[in-house]
């Protein structure tokens, strides 16, 4: 009966940590690297109430603000990832090219371990996509990583800009073409899927205008497919896309030249560096893979500098992880873009904080250690750019997150009961999966895993 | 006993160990014309609402109704009188939210559609307009009578299906047909985050977006319907759907959804879809929702919690109490439980040389061999503490006045009682598990006016202990459901042969065994009391050879054991119900055979 009492109480505290609380903190005499304002020593980063306050010497705060000493260590913006799929129990609704309905937002999961581990990688902030089975996947959400909570609302970051999964090539190809033998069955189809879809979704704005003046009495049927590709046309939702060929980025460019829509940042794109000067006029980011293809035919022709010249031609870049292993990492990730194409300490870092963060519409809240930005912070042993760097502390809205010094070894929110510690070490240690392309073969194909399909599923 | 028996012949030698049973429901209730309709409950404590318990109390029942309550009703001539002295009367309980009596689908083959972005609606598990009246057996199944035998008079029973499988009615748990045992219909749309298969909606969030599709269409086309009805000169004449249709009364806030959300995403969900589009909910089957408490108590909605709990860990747990104990060196407690297991153990083992190893094994890991590595540890640790916040959520939900009332979906019908037990243990008052399962979901229903109490005017469905329910050896005596008595324990124990007051099934049962190509059959005498029945079993080919039996184990009406011939062993499971049982015999590579039994007329 005690027992019981005393887990009762446990959990009555616990029913009050939750919602998007913030917290105050005072990081001192670390090595401060802004990424917008250069690196300042010995600095101190004031964060009260979720935001970034002060940054200077020898600054002070009030007895309840928690004091970091971050004496010889590197204090940079919370890292932001603008391709995952952690945190998610769904990522594809792969029924349709077309899903432009679904929102990955409402299949979030916050008691998924992954966003610790993305913690423990200095990664504050990640872009949970939806899948790229369909020519128009779903609606993708902007999360922060404040791990420790049962509610998925916890996770979201409110007001960041609404995005959305586009798919071109092989991926929609397969599932739809090869799969179910309809349109997309060819790269030619993936541009049809497009204007079809925006075409009618033109159709059906008017459609609704007119209702809504009285042209016309009978409503027409309301389509959340349709709400949400008027909402591109827009200019509300900024478009993801998964791509590879340069052909292929051209074409989604001219497709969106002739709607209108111009919100537009490409994911992958290893094919990028041939065409970095049309990205650059268009105003499309890049969101890329350090040194990782050829998984599929159409990742073949690649390189590691695509960042690099990426970057030099003016495009907005980041490195991404589309992965739960990566995402630990990225910091390792944008050092590679040194040892490929010479870019400056600062042009690297902006690749995993700034750029991403201006990619998903955020760059004026997060990615840089500025006054007024939110309170996400990593902290490092070394440079973080160093092999020898390890991650210390991550600070979410001014909350620690993660703390080396105190890292249970389970760090798990919910179990369960009846789990078999067998299956909770296999669990534990299991490597995530390459998502980009789950749920797809359970659903669609009975009988076949993504397993079966041998090759990355990017 | 005789032992030397050839293995040829497949001879069926049962014997075993019953618990005292609980399970008799007379099947022929419909059959025989009742002598009486008017019953008098003598001298009870009526527990009439939860709190409020009327000593010295009696009850008279007529035409299905509770005709009056009180301490000096006088006994009318016709009425059948049942000496309660001693016992407590309760009101049968409500399920708030149940499958019982609607048959399972088969696992058909994922259907093929020609376009799985746009299947066909009852593909895709929209069936919003489906009432569950079409969907119940012809005849009410055993759910629905195991149910009854728990105490339970009446059952929101819902359809199953995916997304959107139909709308739920209220039935009394009376052995009728179902569509007189309905005493309120369509009081719910039942809904669920369940995906279709191979086709849209094929994910959670497929799901949720098709409801929020389904509602706003629903909304328009209702309301386009009330301007057409109002003055449809001009107008395009609506297009009916029967699923938007079936949805009008959600949208105009009239019926309930009732989500299924077992879960804290499922709650959240729910939550979400609700804020949107606005509708009454009931958030229902709720098994984890504590971690969103102060989301579910500011969202004002209804809460089903569900009846199923984790499995029990309770010997991880004494292991884990123990060695916490150790630390703080608070022993005594400690050893007077260790002691007492022991000696418990003992009588075991005195009692039972016939009896199992199943029942000894538990007992040996009581003492593990090794001391777990730190790491395990924690784990079990982490799950004790997980398993125990799945035992206190009911508590936790009461001590935030939450009115909640309970729901059967998913549980194990003979799990029920031992997890409300185990609930109570938990922290949840006993009033409070009362009302959940009484006067909550009465309201919750619509149907105070008839059921939730022992007062009168209300349909006679309430059932009789001969402890407070809440006892842990408390059994029910009495079910008096629409006003007959459909299960009459007392009687049954003076037809036994003046036998212990605990023996149930006592008595010679016939019984038979399917085997292709021939039918094996025998006779079964059940001896004995309490804890300690036992059964042998002939068979046709050498009567009178009676044999014993090992790894006996009652649990609820089904008892399952061995016997051994030769070496050969033969596993029988066979499930009681009232006068009869069936079940089946596995025989070693020969495979498993049908088999059942009934009593015989003594």
Redesign the interface.
């Known amino acids: 009966?005690k027992?019981?009492?005393l887990?009762?109480c446990?959990?009555?505290i616990?029913?009050t940590v939750?919602a998007q609380e913030t917290g105050s903190i005072l990081i001192k005499n670390g090595t401060v690297l802004t990424i917008t304002d250069g690196v300042k020593e010995n600095t101190d980063v004031l964060i009260k109430n979720g935001k970034i306050e002060k940054i200077g010497k020898d600054l002070t705060a009030d007895r309840s603000t928690q004091v970091v000493d971050a004496k010889g260590q590197f204090v940079m913006p919370g890292i932001v990832d603008a391709h995952s799929h952690i945190a998610l129990?769904?990522v594809?609704?792969?029924?349709?090219?077309?899903?432009s309905?679904?929102?990955?937002g409402?299949?979030?999961?916050p008691q998924d371990v992954g966003i610790y581990r993305a913690l423990a990688g200095g990664v504050t902030i990640s872009h949970a996509m939806h899948g790229s089975a369909n020519a128009i996947g779903?609606e993708c959400e902007t999360i922060k990583h404040r791990y420790g909570t049962?509610?998925?609302?916890d996770l979201r970051m409110k007001n960041a800009p609404r995005t959305i999964k586009f798919a071109l090539g092989e991926n929609p190809i397969r599932v739809h073409g090869e799969g179910?033998n309809?349109t997309p069955s060819t790269r030619m189809g993936v541009e049809q899927v497009f204007r079809s879809a925006f075409s009618e979704a033109q159709l059906y704005k008017k459609s609704w205008t007119d209702f809504n003046t009285k042209k016309t009495?009978?409503?027409p049927?309301?389509?959340?497919r349709m709400e949400t590709l008027v909402d591109i046309l827009d200019g509300e939702i900024i478009i993801h896309c998964h791509s590879y060929r340069a052909d292929e980025l051209l074409m989604l460019m001219n497709v969106l030249e002739d709607y209108g829509v111009s919100r537009l940042c490409f994911q992958h794109v290893n094919e990028g560096f041939k065409v970095a000067p049309e990205l650059a006029k268009f105003g499309a980011g890049a969101s890329v893979f350090s040194d990782w293809w050829a998984y599929k035919f159409e990742v073949y022709y690649s390189t590691a500098y695509n960042a690099a010249i990426l970057v030099r031609n003016g495009v907005v870049t980041s490195i991404n992880s589309d992965s739960g292993e990566l995402i630990r990492h990225l910091y390792h990730e944008a050092a590679k873009t040194q040892r490929y194409g010479d870019l400056t300490d600062n042009e690297a870092l902006r690749l995993i904080t700034i750029n991403p963060a201006t990619q998903l519409g955020i760059g004026d809240r997060v990615g840089s250690i500025e006054k007024g930005k939110d309170g996400d912070i990593a902290i490092f042993s070394a440079h973080p750019l160093s092999v020898y760097a390890i991650p210390q502390m991550t600070i979410v809205d001014g909350i620690v997150r993660f703390d080396i010094s105190n890292d249970a070894?389970?760090m798990?929110i919910?179990?369960?009961?009846?789990?078999k510690?067998d299956d909770?070490f296999i669990n534990l240690n299991a490597e995530d999966e390459e998502r980009c392309m789950q749920?797809v073969y359970s659903?669609?194909f009975?009988g076949e895993t993504s397993q079966s399909h041998a090759g990355h599923k990017h | 006993m005789i032992t030397n028996i050839s293995c040829k012949r497949l001879l069926w030698m049962i014997l075993a160990v019953f618990g005292s049973f609980q399970f008799a429901i007379s099947q022929n209730s419909n059959d025989a014309k009742e002598v009486t309709t008017t019953y008098y409950v003598k001298n009870a404590f009526v527990v009439q609402k939860p709190g409020i318990v009327l000593s010295n109390t009696s009850i008279l029942i007529k035409d299905g109704m509770i005709k009056s309550v009180g301490p000096n009703i006088p006994i009318p001539f016709d009425a059948e009188v049942i000496d309660a002295d001693s016992m407590y009367v309760y009101a049968g309980f409500i399920d708030a939210c149940s499958h019982a009596g609607v048959a399972k689908k088969e696992n058909k083959d994922?259907p093929k559609v020609d376009?799985?972005?746009?299947p066909p609606k009852d593909l895709a598990g929209i069936t919003p307009q489906y009432t569950v009246r079409a969907a119940i057996s012809d005849k009410l199944d055993k759910s629905m009578g195991e149910l009854r035998e728990l105490g339970f008079g009446f059952v929101h029973v819902v359809p199953r299906g995916r997304m959107l499988p139909g709308q739920g009615s209220v039935l009394s748990t009376g052995d009728l047909n179902p569509s007189a045992s309905i005493i309120k219909e369509n009081v719910s749309e039942f809904a669920q985050f369940k995906s279709a298969?191979?086709?849209?909606?094929?994910?959670?969030?497929?799901v949720?977006?098709?409801f929020?599709?389904l509602i706003?269409?629903a909304t328009?086309?209702n309301?386009?319907k009330a301007a057409y009805g109002l003055n449809p000169t001009?107008?395009?004449r609506p297009k009916h759907s029967e699923e938007l249709a079936a949805l009008y009364p959600v949208v105009e806030k009239k019926m309930p959804v009732f989500f299924y959300t077992p879960k804290?995403?499922d709650v959240?969900?729910a939550l979400?879809l609700q804020n949107e589009l606005g509708y009454n909910m009931v958030l229902t089957g709720v098994l984890q929702g504590?971690?969103?408490?102060?989301?579910i108590t500011a969202s004002g909605n209804a809460v089903v919690l569900s009846l199923n709990l984790?499995?029990e860990?309770k010997d991880e747990k004494d292991d884990v109490d123990n060695e916490e104990d150790d630390k703080k060196g608070d022993k005594k407690s400690d050893e007077n439980e260790g002691e007492k297991n022991e000696d418990e153990s003992d009588v075991e083992k005195v009692e039972g040389d016939k009896k199992d190893e199943k029942k000894e094994k538990p007992k040996k890991k009581k003492k593990p061999e090794k001391e777990d590595d730190p790491?395990?540890k924690?784990?079990k640790e982490?799950?004790?503490?997980?398993?125990?916040?799945?035992?206190?959520q009911a508590?936790?939900f009461e001590?935030q006045r939450v009115n909640f009332s309970f729901s059967t979906l998913d549980t194990k019908t003979k799990d029920i009682r031992n997890n409300l037990l185990r609930m109570v243990?938990?922290?949840l008052s006993e009033n409070g598990a009362l009302a959940a399962l009484t006067t909550n979901p009465a309201s919750l229903l619509g149907i105070s006016a008839i059921a939730g109490t022992v007062e009168q005017g209300k349909i006679a469905n309430i059932f009789i202990t001969d402890k407070p329910y809440f006892e842990e050896k408390s059994k029910i005596k009495y079910l008096i459901i629409d006003g007959k008595v459909t299960f009459n324990k007392e009687e049954k124990k003076k037809k036994k042969k003046g036998d212990g007051e605990t023996v149930e099934l006592a008595g010679t049962w016939s019984y038979e065994v399917e085997i292709p190509g021939e039918s094996q059959s025998g006779t079964m005498v059940i001896e004995g009391s309490g804890d300690n029945l036992t059964v042998s079993t002939d068979s046709s080919a050498e009567p009178g050879d009676f044999m014993d039996g090992s790894n006996i184990n009652l649990d609820g009406s089904t008892l399952s054991f061995d016997i051994s011939i030769d070496g050969m062993t033969y596993s029988i499971s066979v499930d009681f119900d009232g006068e009869s049982f069936e079940g089946t015999v596995a025989v070693g590579e020969f495979g498993t055979f049908p088999m059942t039994g009934t009593k015989k007329p003594e």
């Open positions: 009966m027992k019981y009492i887990s009762l446990a959990m009555m616990a029913f939750t129990e769904t594809n609704e792969a029924t349709n090219p077309v899903t309905e679904v929102f990955v409402d299949g979030l999961d779903g049962w509610d998925p609302d179910r309809i009495k009978t409503p049927h309301y389509s959340r070894q389970d798990r919910d179990i369960d009961p009846e789990e510690f909770t749920d659903e669609l009975l | 994922r376009n799985p972005g746009n298969r191979g086709m849209f909606p094929a994910t959670t969030i497929g949720m977006s098709q929020r599709d706003k269409n328009y086309s309301n386009y001009g107008l395009e804290v995403k959240n969900r979400i504590w971690p969103l408490m102060s989301s984790p499995e860990i790491e395990t924690m784990l982490r799950k004790m503490k997980s398993h125990d916040e799945y035992v206190s508590a936790m001590k243990k938990g922290g």
